[in-house]
């Protein structure tokens, strides 16, 4: 499956933006997404991930209560809303398709990756 990534971009530091991630078909319906990020120089951390229904999300500490993460299945797409952005979430976003259907932070379940997105806050 082919993953992309989108809705990156420059915000103030206090804005919103909304990434999407599209998959290029619905072998991903049955399983647990998720979102990573990587900035200048470090290494790429988990973000936050959704079960297979969407009824369930797990998040880095980070991230809790700004960021939001959903997923539509019949378009095969998961989201990540992400509000109140702060300088430090700079970094560019991957998201991934897990071979769980369950949410999880475990990087090494994932198996398929989209390019990244690139998102900028500016202080």
């Known amino acids: 499956v082919q993953l992309q990534a989108s809705g990156g971009g420059l915000v103030q530091a206090g804005g919103s933006l909304r990434l999407s991630c599209a998959a290029s078909?619905?072998?991903?319906?049955?399983?647990?997404m998720g979102w990573f990020r990587q900035a200048p120089g470090k290494e790429r951390e988990f973000v936050a991930s959704?079960?297979?229904?969407?009824?369930?999300?797990v998040y880095a500490d980070s991230v809790k209560g700004r960021f939001t993460m959903s997923r539509d299945n019949a378009r095969n797409t998961v989201y990540l809303q992400m509000n109140s952005l702060r300088p430090e979430d700079t970094a560019i976003y991957y998201c991934?398709?897990?071979?769980?259907?369950?949410?999880?932070?475990?990087?090494?379940?994932?198996?398929?990756w989209g390019q990244g997105t690139l998102v900028t806050v500016s202080s």
């Open positions: 959704i079960n297979w229904k969407g009824s369930d999300s």
């Open positions: 991934a398709a897990s071979r769980s259907s369950a949410a999880t932070r475990v990087t090494t379940l994932y198996r398929s």
């Open positions: 078909d619905r072998t991903v319906s049955n399983n647990g």
